[in-house]
């Protein structure tokens, strides 16, 4: 599914964030930058040991990377060129601020690669994996949020890459109402 926002490409799709080919890549990592499972275990294995080194020197400046914020490494072995790791939050009920906080993983990302003057940028879906923030909240809270960025700064795409059917449609459903 693609729709426009102004001049930004926004679509969704399904497949592996680790093959794509934008510019860069948003990894759902954690505090420590030091990998784990899902999306941030496939993007570790698939950029190889470089990116791992890279995520330790950021850690040696500036410890790891809290809830929320954003530090970008190079795409190691991908297509990709650069990898932006995000944290999101864990979704503990909703009422510890974690609407907030994954609204700021996906600008803080968006708001970093736009420093670099990267263009075209994927991302997973943020959190709703082992970190069990509700797909449903956080496909219109991610949509709203690079919908209100991208009105201010143009991008050529933001690539949605999601991995299962199920996850797609939540995208396809949130965007019907959020992108129309
Ligand atoms: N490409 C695209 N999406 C993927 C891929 C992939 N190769 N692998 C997994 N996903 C999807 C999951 O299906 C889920 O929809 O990424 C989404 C986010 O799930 P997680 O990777 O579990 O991320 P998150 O919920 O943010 O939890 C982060 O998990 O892996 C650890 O180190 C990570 O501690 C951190 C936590």
Not at 39 to 56: F, M, N, Q, S
Not at 133 to 152: C, H
């Amino acid at each position: 599914m693609e729709t426009k926002i102004g001049k930004t490409k926004l679509s969704l799709i399904q497949g592996d964030i680790t093959l794509q080919k934008t510019e860069a890549i948003v990894n759902a990592a954690n505090t420590s930058l030091l990998g784990g499972g899902g999306v941030d275990g496939a993007i570790h294995r698939a950029g190889g040991p470089k990116i791992l080194e890279e995520c330790k020197a950021i850690r040696a400046k500036q410890g790891g990377c809290p809830t929320g914020e954003a530090v970008i490494t190079s795409g190691g072995n991908m297509k990709t060129k650069y990898v932006i790791h995000t944290v999101g939050p864990v979704w503990s009920g909703g009422n510890r601020g974690e609407e907030q906080l994954l609204r700021n993983a996906y600008y803080n990302s968006l708001d970093l690669a736009r420093e670099k003057g990267i263009k075209s940028v994927s991302f997973p879906s943020i959190s709703t994996g082992v970190y069990r923030f509700p797909i449903d909240k956080a496909s219109r809270i991610a949509l709203n949020t690079v919908k209100e960025f991208v009105q201010d700064h143009n991008f050529v795409e933001v690539r949605f890459t999601l991995f299962s059917e199920r996850d797609l449609k939540a995208y396809e459903d949130a965007s019907k109402e959020i992108c129309r």
